[in-house]
């Protein structure tokens, strides 16, 4: 079990995540262009594109325990989907209609990741780090709008999964991650997602006028 490294790993990710999350913060404004229908069709996508992700891995992954952790994830997921679906139709948004955006460069970067290193590194130790991360400034701006039902969906349901799925990743990366090449690999990768979310979401914010949008 390599928990020194993941330890070690774990501090590194989150002081570089923590410029994400910062950029975030800084759009919790009155003013903040944020309509909640257009933020939480962005949840939708990012929702059920883990979803799927995870769903496509379970078949491709060797490991059973790791196996089954996708499999977990990707249930979960599809249940998040179906929370934000539910609180868009009270809104006012027909969910059923909603169609996902193609092209997102950080699923299409994880689609083709081939090893179980770097499945997890990329999705449940690191993507959903930055999913609960975003998520909470997005609460936040929720809440400052009056919006308790959303925050308390995030809350009760949708957070407390991203932090199990990243302890989840934690533990799966100190079994599996036991050399110094795996974890050479694991560190590439983790980065990687982080350049890439980091890049999409400055390009987002920018469209939408606030970092303070959800993840996954």
């Known amino acids: 079990m390599s928990t020194a490294f993941v330890r070690e790993l ?3 990710k989150t002081e570089r995540l923590d410029a994400i999350v910062a950029t975030g913060r ?4 009155a ?17 059920i594109s883990v979803s799927e992700l995870a769903a496509a891995w379970v078949a491709t992954t060797p490991e059973v325990d790791v196996k089954i952790a ?4 990707a249930g979960d997921e599809a249940g998040h989907f179906m929370l934000v679906s539910e609180r868009l139709g009270a809104l006012g ?4 209609a909603f169609q996902p955006p193609v092209g997102n460069p950080l699923f299409e970067y994880m689609r083709q990741l081939p090893t179980t290193v770097e499945r997890i590194a990329a999705s449940l130790f690191t993507l959903e780090s930055i999913a609960y991360g975003v998520n909470e ?6 809440a400052q709008r009056g919006d308790a039902e959303t925050v ?3 809350r009760e349901y949708i957070q407390p999964d991203e932090r199990a799925h990243q302890e989840l990743g934690q533990r799966l990366l100190a079994k599996y991650a036991a050399t110094a090449e795996h974890q050479a690999l694991a560190r590439a990768t983790a980065a990687r997602v982080l350049e890439i979310a980091g890049a999409a979401r400055a390009a ?10 959800p993840g996954c």
Do not use: H, V
């Not at 262009?33 to 069709?41: E, I």
């Not at 400034?137 to 929720?142: D, E, R, T, Y």
């Open 10 to 12: 774990e501090a590194w």
């Open 26 to 29: 800084t759009s919790i404004t």
């Open 31 to 47: 003013d903040a262009p944020a309509d909640a229908t257009r933020m939480l069709q962005i949840a939708l996508a990012n929702e």
């Open 70 to 73: 996708f499999a977990r994830q």
């Open 93 to 96: 948004f027909d969910a059923a």
């Open 137 to 142: 400034n997005f609460m936040a701006l929720c």
């Open 152 to 154: 308390r969906i995030y």
């Open 204 to 213: 987002a914010a920018a469209k939408l006028g606030t970092a303070c949008f």
